[in-house]
């Protein structure tokens, strides 16, 4: 327990005795088992005593004596009594940081990001919009210079920060600056999918000669060897050989930015292909179809969402939801009953559902008995819950927004985090299913909607066009019952928070056997058309066929085939082709890859 760990931090400081370095760490190790003690006066004694012992040994302007500053101002900042002494605090590291570290340092990025939640938490908005700006200026400098990141290291940077695109979002709206507010939440949720998708169309468009890929592949592997280098130097605390790795990198980096500039400069569509889409919202509203109407949802908080809302004639308008904090436990058990078509397909794969007095649940994977909870055993119950659940989904997320989406006949939904998997085809709308009053589709952003309606105009101007290109039936290697629907959402639920692609490439995927009937029988509805079925669909054959330009010129494709959705990271979100058949490829065909 926690109180057990104070007796163990006082021995450990009576056996360091005069080694002042190594009881700094465990000063404030005090102050932070005080903080969740809830004992702040002590924790604010610990984190003061440990910081002047720092200034005493290291003085002022060193990294460890501003971390001491950095957990003194956080605790300041949870009292709303003392934020004012928070504020100073932050202001003043922000000036010192700039004299120690580099101007790009990540720990630049932590002070301005706590200084401005510092300023929200006071209700001094104007003051923290502008430290929001900067340091989304600054993720935003690090994302386009650190294209050599790998798609797993951009999406850990974007997620570290986070709060921070959420938190500006907000600022902007309560500020009453909604275009600036949906840009926002816009660049968190597209930049890496629109990364990808640009890489790949570099990548393919042949636009640049092999030498030209080389260098700019081997500036990118440079880069990426000091990225671990000072990552190494870094965690053995040696901060002068950080530094000058941090040096060479940066001018590596500089070296790699004007060869880029001189690509871009030689070969105009180069530029046009390598740089992030730039949205302009009220010229690009102009996309939506007619009786449309467009909705994006941010999750703020456990209780609070925001949803904007606009069509292509209409000013966008901001709707604040608010949620008890059973909201997003009903979400997940209404995705996980809905994986299940009866409740004997649900024990059928070992679970079994227990609801409390409180309205609480829980999944168990045994039918023993669990101690305060009741056992939903029969079918009635399993429907009703279901359709209460569609109730109480469809009051929070789609009653609010009944006066601006009532009267369209179709809805584009992009939803964000838990909302992401959700159907909103099943939730209740005017006491029937949402499907029923609209024509649902759903999109990753607007962003991405927008690409996708570029790549479509592209497409249709094309003078002759063939109807049917299909891939169904794929090879699974035999498997016919090789992993459950059920086993494969306790998958996505296991990797949540993180990738393990070790993981995901050894998934043993099911044979569908119906897809050949499928396709079968929609290639019978047209005279020009293209299959691929059992191992010839196959990513290769996919990849070839987009090479060679042939995909666009076919009006409707058709893929009945494995699929995989994570929510937390879309960009791994894939068509699952034949696996085992490509030696180069995964048979994953991801969303940066396809669009």
């Known amino acids: 327990s926690l109180h057990d760990a104070l007796p163990i931090y006082t021995l450990c400081m009576r056996l360091y005795g005069n080694d002042t370095s190594n009881k700094i760490p465990i000063m404030l190790c005090i102050a932070k088992t005080y903080n969740a003690l809830r004992d702040y006066k002590s924790r604010i004694f610990w984190a003061k005593k440990a910081l002047d012992e720092s200034i005493i040994l290291r003085g002022e302007k060193d990294i460890y004596t501003m971390w001491g500053w950095g957990e003194l101002a956080s605790f300041y900042s949870d009292d709303k009594n003392t934020r004012d002494e928070a504020i100073k605090i932050f202001e003043t590291m922000l000036t010192t940081g700039s004299e120690i570290f580099l101007e790009q340092d990540p720990f630049i990025d932590e002070i301005i990001k706590n200084l401005a939640w510092t300023y929200a938490k006071s209700s001094r908005f104007k003051e923290a919009i502008p430290l929001y700006e900067k340091i989304l200026e600054r993720q935003e400098r690090r994302m386009d210079s650190y294209d050599y990141l790998t798609v797993d290291e951009k999406r850990n940077l974007i997620s570290k920060n986070s709060s921070v695109y959420i938190n500006a979002t907000a600022m902007y709206c309560i500020d009453g600056n909604l275009d600036n507010a949906f840009r926002t939440l816009e660049r968190s949720k597209s930049r890496l999918l629109i990364d990808s998708y640009s890489e790949q169309l570099a990548k393919s468009s042949g636009i640049l000669e092999e030498n030209e890929i080389a260098k700019l592949n081997g500036y990118k592997a440079g880069l990426a060897n000091y990225a671990n280098s000072i990552e ?192 909103f085809e099943t939730l209740d709308f005017n006491d029937k299913f949402a499907v029923e009053s609209f024509n649902i589709s759903y999109v990753p952003s607007f962003s991405v909607l927008k690409l996708m309606n570029e790549a479509g105009e592209k497409n249709a101007k094309l003078a002759t066009r063939k109807e049917l290109f299909a891939m169904g039936n794929a090879f699974y290697g035999n498997n016919d019952k090789a992993t459950s629907r059920g086993s494969l959402t306790d998958f996505i639920r296991r990797i949540s928070g993180k990738i393990d692609i070790t993981e995901l490439m050894n998934i043993k995927w099911d044979n569908l056997t119906g897809t050949k009937e499928e396709i079968e029988r929609v290639a019978k509805l047209f005279n020009t058309k293209k299959i691929f079925s059992e191992k010839s669909a196959s990513e290769s054959n996919l990849k070839a066929f987009n090479r060679r330009n042939e995909i666009s010129n076919y009006k409707y494709l058709l893929f009945s085939a494995n699929g995989i959705f994570i929510p937390h990271a879309p960009e791994y979100n894939s068509i699952v082709l034949s696996q085992g058949v490509d030696a180069k490829e995964d048979g994953y065909v991801t969303v940066g890859e396809w669009m």
């Open 232 to 423: 190494r130097a870094f965690q053995a605390g040696n901060e002068q050989a950080r530094f000058n790795l941090e040096t060479e990198q940066r001018n590596l980096m500089n070296e790699y930015a004007k060869y880029k500039e001189s690509l871009q400069n030689k070969y105009p569509k180069y530029k046009n292909v390598s740089q992030a889409n730039k949205l302009e919202l009220e010229r690009d509203k102009n996309i939506l179809p007619d009786d449309t109407v467009f909705v994006e949802y941010m999750v703020w908080g456990p209780k609070t969402f925001l949803a904007f809302v606009f069509d292509k004639n209409s000013e966008i308008k901001a709707v604040k939801i608010d949620a008890s904090e059973k909201f997003l436990p009903a979400c997940a058990l209404y995705r996980e009953l809905l994986a299940y078509p009866t409740l004997g397909a649900m024990q059928d794969d070992n679970k079994y559902l227990w609801i409390f007095p409180n309205g609480n649940y829980k999944i168990t994977f045994i039918g023993d008995k669990v101690s305060g909870a009741q056992l939903l055993d029969d079918e009635k119950d399993f429907n009703e819950l279901k359709q209460s659940l569609s109730e109480i989904l469809g009051e929070v997320l789609l009653s609010p927004l009944k006066e601006n989406i009532s009267g369209y006949s179709n809805l584009i939904i992009s939803p964000d985090r838990d909302l992401i998997n959700i159907p």
